[in-house]
Structures are given as C-alpha cells and as structure tokens.
C-alpha cells in the first residue's frame, strides 16, 4: 500500500501545473512567448548584411552619388571654365556673323538668306481703322494728311482688283475689276467721307440719298468756308471737317478714334457690263 500511495504522489509531482485563471485570460495578461536564440541570431545576421550592402535609391548607391558631388567642381569653378565661351564683350554683340563649320552639300546659298530688319520709326496698329484719321495723332505723330489714298477711299473689300491695272495699264473699258482710279476719292467726295460719320451735322440721316448728302455738303461747306473754300486747300477744308465732327459728337481729342459703324459712306461705283 505504501509503495503504491508513493506512486500516486510522483505521478502527480510528474503532471504539468493547471494554469491559473490570470494566466489564462488574454485581456489582462498578454500571452508572450519567449523567442529562441536561433531565431535572434539568424536576425542579427540579416541586420549585419544589409549594413555591410550599399544604400540603393532608384538603383543608384548613394555613397558613389556623395562622392561624385564632392569631386564635382562648384559654381565659381565651372564659371571659370567656360567664360571664354560666354559673350562678355562688345566685340560678340548681337547680328555679328558666326562661322559654322557645315557640309558644302547641306550649306544654305547667301542669296536665300533673309536680311534682318532694321529698326524703324514707331507705327500706331490703330491705323488700321480708317477712323483714326479723327485722331489728331494722325497728323502730328504719323505725318499723314486726310486726302492719302491709303487711308482715304472707296475700296470694295470683297471685289478683286484687275491684275493688269496692278502691273500696268488696264486697257478693257468694260473691265469689272477694281482700279485704283476709280478707288480714288476726288474733293467733294473727300468731304462727304468724313461728313459720313455724323450725318446729322448736315441735316440728313442714313435714309437719305446719295444726291441728298452731296448737296447738303456742299452748302455746309459754303455756310463755313464762304469765299474762301476754293482758296483752301483740300486738306485743310478736311481738317476742320474733323473738328467740327468730333465736337458735334462731343469726342475730347486725343480720344476721337470712332467706335459707331456707319451706316452710309462714299460707294464704290462699279460698271455695268
């Protein structure tokens, strides 16, 4: 019985411990287990490789990048060194020929070669509109006068000119192109242009007839002039036309430049075949 009582007591010595409730539960105790020392070992020798290999960024190790820079030469240094390249005198100033070594096969030929442009005086864009010609800068700035066909004409813009007028002589009488003859603005029609703009200083609208407008202006000019009208030069007649245009209008040069369309203007008159 003794020997079988000591049994029973080294079997239960032999049995593994119940764990404890603390022991157990996860929420207050958390169950870490111990990790072996192969385990570390093998982890410190990954460690020891990766400091032992280079430090790669975007494939390039930067320990090679680091020393690169170092050897590399500053600013002050690469200046230096391609300062004889750089234009830093008067005698490299700008339109000087350069000389290019090229293939004689693929070289331009000088004759197609274009010229730069000198630089000339200064040129209003406003002078496109022909109402410009309200604008006293139009005389004292550009050196222009009213009466310059460029500026003042009849000019149908969607009716081609004849090509042999152009070049030379038109001599077909029933031609349908556009001359510049017939482009041209005479003196009473000169008068009627810049009248155009404000026909209400006449008396007339743009309802009115052509033969209606040019017999107004024709007295508005007598009214003005009197006598001297045929004393007076045309563009002097048309400069005070411009005044008197502007004022009726209540326009402060030099802001006279017209924005309103006309409704009527000098035709072009063109000839029935």
């Known amino acids: 019985e003794e020997n079988c009582f000591d049994d029973e007591i080294s079997s239960n010595c032999s049995r593994e411990r119940r764990r404890s409730f603390r022991e157990s539960n996860s929420f207050t105790k958390p169950n870490f287990k111990h990790v072996d020392t192969p385990k570390q070992e093998a982890a410190n020798k990954l460690s020891k490789k990766t400091l032992e290999q280079p430090e790669l960024f975007l494939g390039l190790n930067i320990d090679e990048l680091k020393n690169l820079y170092v050897k ?4 002050k240094e690469v200046l230096e060194k391609n300062a004889p390249f750089m234009i830093s005198n008067e005698e490299n100033a700008c339109g000087q020929e350069i000389t290019v070594d090229t293939d004689q096969v693929t070289a331009p030929n000088k004759q197609t070669e274009g010229k730069p442009y000198p630089f000339g005086p200064y040129h209003s864009p406003l002078l496109v509109f022909k109402s410009y010609r309200f604008s006293p800068y139009f005389r004292t700035k550009e050196k222009l006068y009213l009466s310059s066909v460029s500026y003042s004409n009849k000019i149908e813009p969607k009716q081609c000119f004849c090509r042999f007028d152009l070049t030379g002589t038109c001599n077909d009488d029933d031609c349908q192109w556009q001359h ?4 041209t603005l005479g003196r009473r029609q000169l008068f009627e242009d810049v009248i155009s703009y404000n026909l209400g200083l006449i008396g007339c609208s743009d309802k009115s007839t052509d033969e209606e407008i040019s017999t107004a202006t024709e007295k508005y000019i ?52």
């Open 72 to 75: 590399a030469d500053g600013l």
């Open 180 to 183: 510049m003859k017939d482009c």
């Open 222 to 273: 007598e009214k003005l002039f009197g006598v001297n009208k045929d004393r007076m030069a045309m563009d002097q007649i048309a400069v005070l036309l411009v005044s008197n245009v502007n004022e009726s209008k209540g326009h402060t040069p030099p802001f006279t430049t017209w924005k309103d369309e006309r409704k009527w203007r000098v035709k072009y008159l063109k000839k029935t075949p």
